[in-house]
DNA sequence: TATTGTCTGTGAAATAATTCACATTGTGAA
DNA sequence: TTCACAATGTGAATTATTTCACAGACAATA
């Protein structure tokens, strides 16, 4: 039972992107915009904008380009398949902190229910909205509030096994903060988020003047 | 005066992770390592990892593989060409503070030397073994640290001015945590780490058992 | 010293992603 | 109405990236 997406991950992240854009326009009153309009705000090219939205089954006019939020809905409806999945994040450091504070203000789609951690003085509380439990009641929690993705922000050493309670307990996508790769099963999706390599990154490329490498 | 890297964005991602996890090994006494093992700690392909170290010159050979010390010699050739960069960041909140703290433990090749907001309460202080400033004296202290690349965790709003005031100040390489993409000058890189993005991409491809997407 | 098996380095093939370029379309103005 | 224009949607071409597959190399073994 393995269908595979037809779109690309690339082509995931851009509409994402689109989308939060979109969503601030409208905010701010705008109703139409061009190809050309979005690619700007994007960093990209038209070409790749209208590409991009071809996907999403959405028509512009020629004269008007596209209808904003209209175009919202249907990104909205590729990219929000099933509902809006909850989160459990593991790590209650300072990056997860960080996070917490971040998703609460400004919510998306997407929810994160409930933190852990092993340090007895960090569970027990609230931060950011988000109640935070002993680590060793994972799964129970996980199975209680039909949570299926994980974020850990713990650092390397413990990421692995962080990781493989979250696949015990049915998690089936993890975004990664430590700088190392995780094994999981096939099943299981994962992202990492790599801040290290980002900034060896932005160093080497900016030898060469080089711009904009991802966004 | 434009010269232009002859390795792709994604091969410096994955030399970058590649150094990573040979320093691991080599700190734990390894010497020796094939491609397909590097492959299997990295999440790739053997043919993958090979033909990324090719571009390095490093050669290894047949039956003990590479020699992992000379390895990170040589991927740190190219990775670290001239010298190690000094790093500012702006925006001292939850976020910053992780990074801060991220970097000041663990010390790469790169270096946070100075942190700035426009909060006085957090500022003449130091976090993580970096000296916090007012972000009026941004340029200032640039100019005599000899900083030449820029952290930017600010909320949205505040982002484009940051990274207006990092652009005059002379800083060439900008790494962006506000969820928007940045408008700077030709000579000028940026790279953008989005949060949401991630989290919303694993969300999708979550629903198509679809594995690692990225690493 | 000869043999064996495994791994490297790399052209060539395959696949993926982006850009080009243009026929088509819808709208505002005359 | 009709016209002219500016923007869309999309095959086709281009460019980038990954994988295949195999000749050559080299250490261990006998």
Redesign the pocket.
């Known amino acids: 039972m393995k269908r595979n997406s037809d779109i690309?991950?690339?082509?995931i992240e851009r509409l994402a992107l689109y989308r939060r854009l979109l969503r601030d326009l409208s905010g701010r009153g705008e109703v139409h915009?061009?190809?050309?309009q979005l690619a700007e705000l994007a960093n990209?090219?038209?070409?790749?904008v209208?590409?991009d939205?071809?996907l999403t089954g959405?028509?512009?006019?020629?004269?008007?380009?596209?209808e904003i939020k209209e175009l919202i809905e249907r990104i909205s409806a590729h990219l929000d398949l099933d509902g809006e999945p909850k989160i459990a994040l593991v790590g209650i450091g300072n990056l997860g902190r960080a996070i917490l504070s971040y998703f609460s203000y400004q919510q998306p789609t997407l929810k994160i229910v409930a933190a852990f951690d092993t340090d007895e003085n960090k569970t027990n509380r609230v931060i950011g909205g988000c109640r935070c439990h002993h680590l060793r009641d994972f799964a129970e929690v996980v199975k209680k509030e039909g949570i299926t993705l994980g974020i850990i922000t713990v650092p390397a050493q413990g990421a692995q096994e962080v990781a493989d309670t979250m696949t015990a307990a049915g998690i089936s996508g993890i975004l990664n903060f430590a700088p190392v790769p995780l094994r999981v099963p096939d099943n299981v999706c994962t992202d990492r988020i790599d801040i290290t390599t980002a900034l060896e990154k932005v160093a080497y490329f900016t030898k060469f003047n080089q711009k904009n490498i991802g966004n």
């Open positions: 690309s991950v690339r082509t915009i061009f190809s050309h990209n090219t038209s070409a790749q209208r590409r939205l071809m959405y028509t512009g006019t020629p004269r008007k380009g596209y």
